[in-house]
């Protein structure tokens, strides 16, 4: 069983950045793709950034493309989300997540098996 833990999350003024880390023990993340996700308060949880597990591929959602960069240290088990210009509506509880299969890609919510707890984001405007 994977433990995941969210860190980096805050409150922010709108323009601002914020990098959050998640870091994983118990097994290894090092083959399996890693996903960040977030949910704000009434609506559905959101699939924002994914990386495969060797780093080569990744995908955004376009509310965070070219403002949110996803990126992995496998030798540390981290993967992190630099959050540039953020925006109020980026005001949401982000997740860490891992594909529940090993060298396998998705970016969709039901192929990811172990959560974090979530690191609350708030921006101010």
């Known amino acids: 069983q994977v433990q995941l833990v969210e860190s980096g999350g805050g409150l922010v003024q709108a323009g601002g950045s914020l990098r959050l880390s998640c870091v994983a023990s118990?097994?290894?993340?090092?083959?399996?793709?890693m996903g960040w996700f977030r949910q704000a308060p009434g609506k559905e949880r959101e699939l924002i950034a994914t990386?495969?597990?060797?780093?080569?591929?990744?995908t955004y959602a376009d509310s965070v493309k070219g403002r949110f960069t996803i990126s992995r240290n496998n030798a540390k088990n981290t993967v992190n989300l630099q959050m540039n210009s953020l925006k109020p509506a980026d005001t949401a509880v982000y997740y860490c997540?891992?594909?529940?299969?090993?060298?396998?890609?998705?970016?969709?919510?039901?192929?990811?098996?172990?959560w974090g707890q979530g690191t609350q984001v708030t921006v101010s405007s």
């Open positions: 997540a891992r594909h529940s299969v090993s060298y396998r890609f998705a970016t969709t919510a039901a192929n990811f098996g172990s």
């Open positions: 118990g097994r290894t993340t090092s083959t399996y793709s």
């Open positions: 990386i495969n597990w060797n780093a080569d591929t990744t």
